[in-house]
């Protein structure tokens, strides 16, 4: 069964940054390349929301609350997907999730546990 894991929330002041790790496991690398890569998030109280993603050609496209401060990547040799985040701000406060989708089958779909992202003073 292929697995993500999460990694790199946590608790950080507004205006600071951090950086989202997912690491796929039990995919050969060549599937990998052919899957859609997303980050979504869900905050309390909220429906779960994409908010970047990083297709098999390279293009990236993301949410209009995250433009301009997330920047998604993907190493298809390492079978991860980044997420980088600058200027956080409150509202960004959400369990963030990596989802793997291919992008001709909509239910070849994964998901990994999550992480923790708080934005507090």
């Known amino acids: 069964q292929v697995q993500l894991a999460e990694s790199g929330g946590g608790l950080v002041q507004p205006g600071g940054s951090l950086r989202l790790s997912c690491a796929v496991s039990?995919?050969?690398?060549?599937?990998?390349?052919?899957?859609?890569t997303n980050w979504y998030r869900q905050a309390p109280g909220k429906e779960r929301e994409l908010i970047a993603r990083?297709?098999?050609?390279?293009?990236?496209n993301y949410a209009d609350s995250v433009k301009g401060r997330f920047t998604i990547s993907r190493d298809n040799s390492r079978k991860t997907v980044l997420l980088r985040m600058n200027s956080l701000k409150p509202e960004d406060t959400a369990v963030y999730y990596c989802n793997l989708n291919h992008p001709f089958v909509e239910s070849d779909d994964y998901w990994g546990p999550g992480t923790q992202v708080t934005v507090s003073s």
């Open positions: 990083a297709t098999t050609s390279g293009s990236t």
């Open positions: 039990r995919m050969i690398t060549s599937t990998f390349s052919m899957y859609t």
